[in-house]
């Protein structure tokens, strides 16, 4: 089975097994049921396609599949709108998911680096493609890590045992990290380089193998986040994203906090023992 069939029938899968017939709104199909969510049938019928022709979409025998179709299942699988875009990139021809490793340099947005030079009062980051940090500021280098430009914030994320000590959620937000990883993949079927950082850290480590099978995909959305700082003690941030409609593929990502919390008190003080440590950096207990 070509390799972006195997995707999209695995997708699929997944997603049928986790509707049940409740959910779906229709009667069960008679007979004994060896896991509660549709049956392949049920599924072909909610859809409007006849059962075969679903049984060959899930089984990769089916080389073409219009976009009548793909909206028919979304439909019946009751899939989000993230979800429908992923399930209509898997579907897309063999031809233009030919993996490349010549992936054009990525420069950053002149006008994101301008919004984040006018927050430095807040930690920021300007991420591009497969998560690669395109800048930061120094407050996010004192808040979080330091994260030079060329360095990956996904391999900081799983490689490295410092984001596990000091993200406090580490788990809900390295999981959603895995699940926009797959929306990417998706999209971008031909970057060999996001593909080989999947398998990377799919080899690696355990809990991204596991997230990965699930299928669970995200784009970038906001969402909290909770560091432990060695200095600054516990800080709770809002993370917002700003994209640019030249760069799609770059965000910028924004550390907010609730205004007199004891988090944007913290801030002034983090920002000056930052200075602090990089004109003298033997100090330094943040990384």
């Known amino acids: 089975m070509p390799q972006d069939r195997a995707a999209l029938g695995a997708f699929l899968r997944s997603r049928r097994d986790g509707l049940t017939p409740a ?29 075969d022709y ?73 991420l591009g493609q497969r998560g690669e940090v395109l800048a930061a500021n120094s407050l996010l280098t004192t808040v979080l890590h330091d994260l030079p430009p060329g360095s990956s914030l996904v391999r900081f994320l799983f490689l490295d045992p410092v984001a596990r000590e000091r993200i406090v959620n580490w788990e809900v ?51 909290p986040k909770r560091i432990r700082h060695p200095i600054g003690g516990d800080l709770s941030f809002d993370i917002e994203i700003v994209a640019s409609p030249q760069e799609p593929d770059q965000r910028l990502i924004v550390y907010t906090a609730q205004p007199d919390s004891p988090t944007a008190r913290m801030l002034p003080m983090l920002a000056s023992w930052g200075r602090d440590v990089a004109a003298d950096p033997s100090p330094n207990l943040g990384s």
């Open 173 to 223: 937000f390295a999981s959603a990290t895995v699940a926009t990883l797959r929306r990417e993949a998706a999209r971008r079927p031909q970057d060999g380089r996001l593909t080989a950082l999947i398998d990377e850290l799919r080899a690696a480590d355990p809990d991204v193998a596991r997230w990965w099978d699930d299928h669970r995909v995200l784009d970038y959305t906001s969402a």
């Open 54 to 126: 679903y049984s060959r979409l899930e089984q990769g025998r089916q080389p073409n599949v219009s976009t009548a179709v793909l909206d028919g299942l979304a439909r019946a699988l009751r899939l989000t709108e993230v979800e429908h875009a992923h399930l209509v990139d898997l579907a897309e021809p063999t031809a233009r998911r030919r993996a490349t490793t010549v992936v054009p340099v990525q420069r950053p947005d002149p006008g994101l680096l301008r919004v984040m030079v006018a927050m430095d009062h807040l930690p920021v980051l300007l």
């Open 23 to 51: 959910q779906a709104g229709i009667a069960p199909f008679p007979g004994p049921r060896r896991v509660p969510g549709l049956r392949r049938e049920e599924l072909a019928l909610l859809a409007g396609l006849s059962a």
